[in-house]
């Protein structure tokens, strides 16, 4: 195999300045995960790597270990005398994280150093303004530029409409039109995709994302022909990075529709509300029955939509319950609903007295 450039795979002069604190051994990009191994790919080409056992003992979290897009320091280049060897993780510029399975509170990295995510939605029937503002919260946390992609055009009967509609909730990312139908359809994605840039697409099943890659990679790994529903049957079992011929990195990962809030970025996905809320009479106003409340005023004056607020306050609300267990999240509820006498501890005080006067 020919040697590769890590320049094409994202290996920016901040990387290479990290990689030279570890001599002796050999950068890398991680290109898919597997169970217990990691496909890496070097200058020398692409080989099967595990983690050392100083590393896995020195991991503080589940996080701590390598995920794809990953650059990682290497023993080797190849593998003609055994498995190579991670020793280290270089320092991630962007990440999606989500809770590990089975747990309350362990992150787990599901893909990282990405520089532009896509998030899909169509046109049609999945057109959902309240899922935009979740997956714009979450792809301004990970670091990365989102940019919203709207996918079947040929399906939609006024795609100017819908296109405002989402204008109105993706404040600072841009939004693009494609179509299935056209061959050219993803042409507008491309600019995006310079030679050592990476992208991820996140959005619901069904809207077109494993069409998009399959485009701009030229091949059809990614779906497995279509549903009863016409929705594409995904066939990604793994994360994978996949290096495009004419430039530019993709993240497949069947993690990047399953995140939750772990991480979102509320003040940017909705900045007008935050924006708002500097000019509230009270600091702690929760826009809701609070007099001198700009939030609600701006809703009577139909510059702000009722369900944009709605929408905020349920995201709010599930952000701050993330990392709990199910305990500590009924405890919260509790206190959220007692909040007006002082919170739970109060309310059992309050109930404690009344009891004692009905004796």
């Known amino acids: ?150 996918t079947k055009a040929d399906l939609c009967d006024d795609v100017a409409a819908k296109t405002a509609a989402a204008e109105s909730v993706a404040i600072g990312a841009e939004i693009l039109v494609t179509s299935s139908l056209a061959e050219d359809g993803h042409s507008q994605i491309l600019p995006y995709l310079r030679s050592g840039s990476t992208a991820a697409f996140i959005g619901s099943s069904g809207v077109g994302k494993s069409t998009l890659i399959n485009r701009l990679a030229g091949t059809d790994f990614a779906t497995s022909g279509l549903r009863n529903d016409d929705k594409g049957r995904h066939t990604t079992t793994r994360r994978e990075l996949i290096v495009l011929e004419h430039g530019g990195l993709v993240i497949d990962t069947p993690g990047m529709r399953e995140l939750g809030l772990e991480t979102a970025d509320l003040s940017k996905s909705f900045a007008d509300i935050d924006e708002l809320a500097q000019q509230c009479r009270f600091r702690d106003c929760s826009h809701t029955h609070e007099a001198g409340c700009a939030v609600q005023k701006a809703i009577t004056d139909g510059i702000l939509a009722a369900d944009r607020l709605s929408s905020y306050q349920k995201l709010q609300k599930e952000a701050s319950y993330e990392g709990l267990d199910y305990k500590q999240i009924e405890e919260a509820k509790l206190n959220s609903m007692f909040k007006d006498i002082g919170g739970m501890k109060n309310a059992r005080r309050f109930l404690h007295a009344k009891d004692k006067r009905r004796r």
Not at 4 to 32: C, H, M, P
Not at 61 to 66: D, K, Y
């Open 1 to 150: 195999m020919s040697k590769i450039n890590l320049q094409t795979l994202g290996f920016t002069d901040k990387f290479a300045a990290e990689a030279t604190l570890y001599s002796n051994l050999f950068a890398g990009r991680v290109t898919a995960q597997y169970k217990e191994f990691y496909r890496v790919m070097t200058e020398a080409g692409e080989l099967l790597a595990e983690v050392s056992g100083k590393l896995r003992f020195n991991a503080a979290a589940l996080s701590a270990f390598p995920a794809v897009g990953d650059f990682v320091m290497l023993d080797r280049t190849d593998n003609t005398e055994g498995q190579a060897i991670i020793h280290h993780v270089l320092g991630r510029k962007s990440a999606f994280i989500r809770k590990a399975a089975g747990t309350a509170n362990v992150e787990q990295v599901v893909a990282s150093n990405i520089d532009t995510v896509f998030i899909c939605m169509s046109l049609n029937s999945d057109f959902n303004l309240r899922r935009l503002e979740r997956y714009l919260a979450i792809a301004w946390s990970s670091g990365a530029l989102p940019v919203v992609v709207l």
